[in-house]
């Protein structure tokens, strides 16, 4: 029972502490935007469409996944583009980066594995922004409105902070609930019978990596760095798996954008295709690091 509270509940528990601040602050600063100017907007959203990929790229690979929740949050309002999302998403590091040094792997090997989850952020993303947008809705106004109804927060009688608050605890209640039942099917079924799936499957390995990468929960990226440094999975299957992996971002994303759910699914199958075909080419031509 002990084992159980520690892997589950008090994992789960720590893994949405840390995200409260960066959630909190993205909803404050979303008040703030609707209760200023929709000029503010219209601003952000330019800048985004231009360099958004390369920005959002250079925010996700700091070594934590709160900024893949904030931008999940942010898409949902229209203040980035979908582009600066998936480069988020797939450059963010969650656990690799302590893992990596934990480990005691090669800081060269780090270094490689930081440069192409940056580099592919950057090209995705904006693959992304020229692919997506036709079949994505692009309503660029800030419906932070509708969230506070669904939320019951009456925003419109309290401060920005209130509001932002509200929306930050119904979010991380959201995310705790799904990370605690993530968490109790890995600790029945087991680290050792996900790793076996993985284990030894050239090409095939780097889509199944995919797959696990794609659970929101920071223990899909644990596992895969460490059968990387222990060297029994190819580099392809690492990166496909380490760029998939986008923390708790999906799990925010589904939230905070649930008026559309096409879209969403769109975007998961965009990361999904992003991390896959960079793991199996990786594999056909045999690159190593």
């Given at each position: 029972?002990?084992?159980?509270?520690?892997?589950?509940?008090?994992?789960?528990?720590?893994?949405?502490?840390?995200?409260?601040?960066?959630?909190?602050?993205?909803?404050?600063?979303?008040?703030?935007?609707?209760?200023?100017?929709?000029?503010?907007?219209?601003?952000?959203?330019?800048?985004?469409?231009?360099?958004?990929p390369?920005?959002?790229?250079?925010?996700?690979?700091v070594?934590?996944?709160?900024?893949?929740?904030?931008?999940?949050?942010?898409?949902s309002?229209?203040?980035?583009?979908?582009?600066t999302?998936?480069?988020?998403?797939?450059?963010?590091?969650?656990?690799?980066?302590?893992?990596?040094?934990s480990?005691?792997?090669?800081?060269?090997?780090?270094?490689?594995?930081?440069?192409?989850?940056?580099?592919?952020?950057?090209?995705?993303?904006?693959?992304?922004?020229?692919?997506?947008?036709?079949?994505?809705?692009?309503?660029?106004?800030?419906?932070?409105?509708?969230?506070?109804?669904?939320?019951?927060?009456?925003?419109?009688?309290?401060?920005?902070?209130?509001?932002?608050?509200?929306?930050?605890?119904?979010?991380?209640?959201?995310?705790?609930?799904?990370?605690?039942?993530?968490?109790?099917?890995?600790?029945?079924?087991?680290?050792?019978?996900?790793?076996?799936?993985?284990?030894?499957?050239?090409?095939?390995?780097?889509?199944?990596?995919?797959?696990?990468?794609?659970?929101?929960?920071?223990?899909?990226?644990?596992?895969?760095?460490e059968?990387?440094?222990?060297?029994?999975?190819?580099?392809?299957?690492?990166?496909?798996?380490?760029?998939?992996g986008?923390?708790?971002?999906?799990?925010?994303?589904?939230?905070?954008n649930?008026?559309?759910?096409?879209?969403?699914?769109?975007?998961?199958?965009?990361?999904?295709?992003?991390?896959a075909?960079?793991?199996?080419?990786?594999?056909?031509?045999?690159?190593?690091?």
């Amino acid at each position: 029972m002990s084992e159980f509270f520690d892997e589950v509940l008090l994992d789960a528990l720590l893994d949405v502490v840390k995200l409260l601040p960066f959630l909190f602050i993205t909803f404050l600063i979303m008040e703030y935007i609707e209760h200023k100017s929709s000029r503010i907007t219209a601003k952000i959203v330019r800048a985004s469409g231009s360099w958004g990929p390369v920005l959002g790229a250079a925010a996700g690979i700091v070594p934590q996944c709160g900024f893949s929740a904030s931008a999940s949050n942010l898409y949902s309002q229209r203040l980035i583009t979908v582009g600066t999302l998936i480069a988020v998403y797939l450059s963010t590091s969650d656990e690799m980066i302590p893992i990596f040094l934990s480990e005691g792997a090669s800081i060269p090997m780090l270094l490689k594995v930081l440069a192409c989850k940056f580099l592919f952020g950057i090209i995705f993303g904006f693959i992304a922004d020229k692919l997506l947008r036709r079949f994505l809705v692009r309503d660029s106004k800030v419906h932070i409105t509708e969230m506070c109804a669904d939320d019951h927060c009456e925003c419109d009688d309290h401060s920005v902070f209130y509001a932002a608050l509200i929306h930050t605890l119904k979010t991380a209640v959201y995310i705790l609930v799904f990370t605690i039942a993530f968490n109790a099917i890995l600790h029945f079924i087991g680290e050792e019978a996900l790793k076996n799936v993985i284990i030894g499957r050239p090409i095939i390995g780097s889509l199944i990596t995919g797959i696990v990468g794609l659970i929101p929960n920071c223990a899909a990226s644990i596992i895969i760095t460490e059968l990387a440094i222990e060297g029994v999975i190819t580099t392809g299957a690492m990166l496909s798996g380490l760029l998939v992996g986008a923390g708790v971002g999906l799990l925010v994303l589904f939230r905070a954008n649930k008026e559309h759910p096409r879209d969403n699914l769109i975007i998961v199958a965009m990361l999904y295709a992003s991390g896959a075909i960079v793991g199996v080419l990786f594999d056909l031509l045999n690159i190593s690091f």
